[in-house]
Every structure is written in C-alpha cells, then in structure tokens.
C-alpha cells in the first residue's frame, strides 16, 4: 500500500536528554538541542561514533524514554509512549524476544494480540521466516539460535507487525559479512516495496552509503547533535565500487578524521 509522503514524518526539535551525575547532581547533555526532519517514507541513516547518542535518540522516537525538553512528534502528535506507528530493532536481540515462544510464535506474536486468524498469521510469518533465512529454524526457541539468528527473529518480526515507522538500532552488527549484504539488500527492497519511514542506526560509513537516501551525522558527545547531513541519491541497489560511492565515503571518512 503506498502512504502519502506527508503521513508518518518526524518532527524532532531542540530536543534534549540530560541527566544528573550521581556524585554531585550536576546536569550532563548526553543529547543537546537536535533539529530534524525525517520525511514520512524516507530511509534516513544515523551515523555517528561509540557513545555519542544513537540508542539514546532512536528510544526517544520509540517512546521507551522520556525526553528532557524540546518536541519529538510524529506528524502532529506528539510522542509520549510507545505507538504501534513505530517499531524498534534494538541493538541486543536478547532484550525483546520471549524465551518461552519458539520462532515463529515470536514472529507471530503481533499479530496474535492483534486477533489476526491462524492461517493468515501463518502465511505472514512463514514469509518473513524466509526471507530472514529461518525457515529450517522456525521451532527453536531462543536459547538454541546464535546472536545473527536472534536479530533476523527480531526482523521478521516486526515486518510482520507492518509498522508504518522502523527503528533500527545496529540491526547487523553481530551477523556475518554475507548475511548482512543479504540482509541490507532485503532490506532496501522492503522500504521501496511498503514505503516505511526508516531509521537506521550503523557506525559503518559503507553501510550508511549503502542503504541511506540521507546520512545524519551525530558528533562525539556529550552534548552530542546532528552537525551534518549528506545526501546519497545514487540509484539501489548500490554499487559499492563506483567512483561516486567512494567519492561520498571519502568526504564522510575525512568528516569524522577532522
Ligand atoms: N541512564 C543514563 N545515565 C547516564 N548516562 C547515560 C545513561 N544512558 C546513557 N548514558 C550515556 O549516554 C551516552 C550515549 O549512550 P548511547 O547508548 O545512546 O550511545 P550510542 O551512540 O548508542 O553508542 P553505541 O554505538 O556504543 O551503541 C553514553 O555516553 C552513555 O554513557
Ligand atoms: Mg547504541
């Protein structure tokens, strides 16, 4: 279904998140002052350093925590709680999946809740148990898959929750080099095809290039903020040897050198 462009932007301005140090009360920024447009249906990358603020900031956007001041909205609402509208892949796959549940009762938990019958629950899940590459791993729980496999569970799942906005936090930190191309290349292929609003969480320039229509960059923190953003309009999928590509991965290499 194609949504409006207008639908599912996010509005982020001058938001903050402080907190006051143990020893003395004193106020840290971890996050200070952010301005930020994120269009409805568009694939923005965060790009920044270790402990700069990226789980910090997307958390907010999911409504898990508060902000310290400043508006954070999703067209006009502002975001107070967590929303069926956004979706989170967190960084650790262990902090979202149920133990008790095998796979595909993972992945088809939403749609439980949500009173989808059995058949056509089985029809979603057994799509994206495959295209995450689970298909022969559908009843194991948990406890039995690797790190990768635990992240893939988390994709599938929320594909199958269809939420209009993903939050991507590191989604493929821990696979290997040939799951992840796979895995970004799905990926890109499940935004143009749903027009989700993405975004995508990496500390990895060439996989920012590779998936991204823009490349916020937070800087180091504290009181870290988005100082820069690069447009990538190279056509997808893309080609990681071009001349271009390497031209847009020098100048963000050289950025973070500076
Ligand atoms: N509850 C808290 N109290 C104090 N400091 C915190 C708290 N939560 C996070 N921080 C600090 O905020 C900063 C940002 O943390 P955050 O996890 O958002 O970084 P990140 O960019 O996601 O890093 P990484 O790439 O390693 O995941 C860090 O310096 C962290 O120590
Ligand atoms: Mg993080």
Redesign the pocket.
Known sequence: MTLPATRHTIHIEQLRKT?HATANGDV?Y?IKDVDLVIRGGEFFVLL??????????L?MIAGFISKSGGQLKVDNREIERPGRDRAMIF?QADSSLFPWLTVRENVEFGLRMSNIPKTQRREISERYIQLVGLNAHEGKFPKELSGGMKQRVQLARVLANDSAILLM??PFGALDAMTRRTMQKELVNIWKETHKTVIF?T?DIQEALLLGERIGI?SV??S?NITDIYHNTLPYPRNMSSAEFNTLYDRIQAHFEE
């Open positions: 907190y840290h971890i920044g350093p270790s402990g700069c603020g990226k789980s910090t900031l958390n960084q936090d590191e969480v500390h937070m923190g504290p870290s």
